[in-house]
């Protein structure tokens, strides 16, 4: 502000200058979220099942879609589109890209945390929630299995493991500190307790690669850990474990295995929840925010297969749970969320104490600069709700032993009262008794 000398000698005040930088976020932030458009299109298109035109459209819009912060947002969101597209290199790509931004940002520069904690979290580079990250691993190794790259989809599923085992002490430290920044305000943290510590549908398909690789010990292994996975997690796989796995690793010489994989409904979304909060230092009231998952509730309630063969045979084949991606979701966002809370709730204490500072110390004259101060700071104090949009919410999985041949499959998807809701046929899929044959589907609603 040196070209305005008059208005440099006014800000000299801390309080004033407090108000200034304030109302100049507020109004940048309420800039750029204007100028983030509603994706409804692209969600309508996939629910259709017109996967390619989908991604068109969102990669047309990305400036309208996405802010100058969201670039792992985009990227995921793009990443999976690809993968229901068949686009599958492209979607490795952007799901490479993200796990590697996810990483730098995991450590975000120190302006970014600043800016933070006396704005918000909207102002930081959007880093990906855990069940994103990871996932997006399971992602990438699907695409790989299309691909015909079996060492590569190995790979990824290490990956997945070695992230899903930091999970539960990657915030202790970060936790045990937030939770002693509380108590001096005679406040606590959230629960944020999380079971998740093993996943069924990444020992599924390691299981399945393993099998297609002739190694059926370190398969017999991976069937283990799905019947350890369910028993030990109960509020994450509350479902029985899919009955067609009894005979993943008995397929008898000369016949060969079908494998079925259908994605259902869409993970969690982030809410905002506001709370009152009494500041007894200052006798004060005020609101902060932080976000909240929240289910999205799928029209699916059954999934099954038709499978016909070139004689005309026909076999129907229920599709069964194997994981709750929103279960997870939910699971893993809880000690983060926790942090947050204590971020949000901290921040915004010393946003009141600031703003206080402000009121007491104007005159009558000024008490316009005191309105405009207590809205700034309502206005500023905005959750970050960013989540992926298209990620499923559950996984669905079968298979069947059959001669090799060459067949049609077709997914139903049926809703509670037995409505077929949709179908995805599949002509052509080649069942060979050697390597993997998995025929992938996709429901959204």
Avoid at 115 to 123: A, E, I, K, M, Y
Avoid at 211 to 237: H, K, M, P, W
Wanted: proline letters at 3%; aromatic letters at 12%.
């Amino acid at each position: 502000m040196q070209q305005f000398p008059a208005i440099e000698k006014r800000l000299q005040d801390s309080g004033l200058r407090y108000f200034a930088v304030l109302l100049i976020a507020t109004l940048l932030l309420l800039t750029g979220c204007a100028t983030r458009q509603d994706q409804t299109l692209v969600y309508q298109t996939l629910r259709r099942n017109y996967y390619d035109k989908a991604l068109d459209i969102l990669e047309t819009n990305v400036t309208d879609f996405y802010g100058k912060t969201d670039e792992v947002l985009y990227l995921l969101d793009s990443g999976v589109i690809a993968h229901y597209a068949g686009e599958f290199k492209t979607s490795n790509e952007k799901f490479s890209l993200a796990e590697k931004l996810i990483d730098e940002y995991y450590a975000t520069s120190i302006g970014q945390s600043v800016t933070s904690w006396f704005l918000n979290d909207l102002v930081k580079d959007y880093e990906g929630e855990e069940f994103e990250d990871i996932y997006g691993n399971i992602f990438m190794a699907l695409n790989y299995v299309h691909l015909g790259m079996t060492e590569d989809a190995f790979v990824e599923i290490r990956r997945f493991d070695n992230k899903q085992r930091i999970l539960q002490s990657k915030y202790a430290d970060a936790l045990n500190y937030a939770n002693d920044q509380l108590k001096n305000k005679n406040a606590d943290l959230p629960p944020q307790a999380m079971q998740f510590n093993n996943s069924a549908l990444a020992r599924y398909l390691s299981m399945i690669l393993y099998r297609s690789t002739g190694q059926f010990d370190n398969a017999a292994v991976d069937r283990r850990y799905i019947d350890q996975a369910f028993a030990t997690q109960l509020e994450l796989y509350p479902f029985p474990v899919p009955s067609s796995l009894d005979d993943e690793l008995s397929v008898p010489k000369g016949m060969a295995r079908l494998n079925l994989m259908s994605f259902t409904g869409l993970s969690p979304a982030k809410m905002e929840k506001r709370i009152n909060y009494y500041d007894d230092e200052n006798d004060d009231y005020f609101t902060f925010a932080y976000p909240y998952m929240v289910r999205r509730p799928s029209a699916i309630q059954a999934v099954r297969a038709r499978v016909t063969g070139t004689d005309g045979s026909e076999y129907v084949v229920p599709l069964e749970m194997i994981e709750s991606i929103e279960n997870i979701a939910v699971d893993t966002f809880a000690q983060k969320e926790a942090l947050i809370y204590a971020k949000s709730l901290v921040r915004a204490l010393g946003k009141a104490a600031a703003g206080n500072a402000i009121r007491h110390s104007l005159d009558g004259d000024n008490r316009i600069l005191s309105i405009l101060t207590m809205l700034a700071q309502d206005l500023t104090e905005v959750a970050d709700t960013r989540t992926t949009s298209y990620f499923p919410g559950s996984v669905y999985v079968s298979g069947i032993t059959l001669v090799p041949d060459v067949y049609t499959v077709t997914i139903e998807y049926v809703d509670r009262r037995g409505n077929v809701i949709s179908s995805d046929t599949h002509t052509d899929v080649a069942v060979r008794e050697k390597g993997i044959n998995l025929t992938e589907s996709l429901c959204l609603q």
